[in-house]
């Protein structure tokens, strides 16, 4: 995992991250980014770029528990490197 970016997390996300990310590695910690509103101008410095619909125009966190919980839309929607699903497809085939 290169970097983890929450957007707009609830207080509770952050308070437990306050108090979590010091029990952890500083490499492991750095992998993390909780952000708010101005996570556009943290994309522009880190250079992570969003096409197409990446990104949903609005939901909710309780939606997107609940979307989990249930194993619909949140659990499928997602990024991965093509190389990643090419393998993983490859890996498929052979346990077929």
């Known amino acids: ?15 437990a991250w306050n108090v979590s990310r010091h029990m952890m590695h500083p490499i492991s910690a750095a992998k993390f980014s909780i952000l ?4 556009k101008k943290v994309f522009d410095r880190d250079g992570v770029v969003l096409d197409g619909n990446a990104l949903p125009a609005s939901i909710s966190w309780s939606e997107a528990v609940g979307e989990l919980a ?7 929607r997602g990024w991965a490197p093509p190389a990643d699903l090419a393998n ?9």
């Open 36 to 39: 708010g509103s101005d996570w």
């Open 70 to 76: 249930d194993g619909g839309a949140a659990r499928r």
């Open 1 to 15: 995992m290169h970097k983890t970016y929450i957007i707009n997390g609830p207080l509770i996300v952050r308070a």
């Open 88 to 96: 993983l497809a490859a890996l498929a085939a052979v346990a077929e």
